[in-house]
């Protein structure tokens, strides 16, 4: 199994950019498909993006489609989410996780990192 451990989330004006990282430390990381997921105060969980274990298929919430961007690195076991033109609707939790099976299905969840968007 793995644990994903998500930083990079902070205080940021509208407009601006954030790098998210998720580092999971455990078996083979490229044995995984990730995926970056994100609650706000009061609302479902949302999916944001996923990318395949093989860094060949990316996927991408409708909400976040042209801004948000996800990457992986295999060699250094990290995932990445970098939001640019971030909004104050994008103020959120967002938490990282991790599937062996398909793309959607996760198993492994990290705590999260907060991202705060003021307007």
């Known amino acids: 199994q793995v644990q994903p451990v998500e930083s990079g989330g902070g205080l940021v004006q509208a407009g601006g950019s954030l790098r998210l990282s998720c580092a999971a430390s455990?078996?083979?990381?490229?044995?995984?498909?990730m995926g970056w997921f994100r609650q706000a105060p009061g609302k479902e969980r949302e999916f944001v993006a996923g990318?395949?274990?093989?860094?060949?298929?990316?996927n991408y919430g409708d909400s976040v489609k042209g801004r948000f961007f996800i990457s992986r690195d295999n060699a250094k076991n990290t995932v990445y989410l970098q939001m640019n033109s971030l909004k104050f609707e994008d103020t959120a939790v967002y938490y990282c996780?991790?599937?062996?099976?398909?793309?959607?299905?996760?198993?492994?969840w990290g705590q999260g990192t907060q991202v705060t968007v003021s307007s």
């Open positions: 996780a991790a599937g062996a099976i398909t793309m959607g299905k996760y198993d492994y």
């Open positions: 455990g078996r083979t990381f490229s044995n995984y498909h």
């Open positions: 990318i395949s274990r093989s860094n060949i298929i990316t």
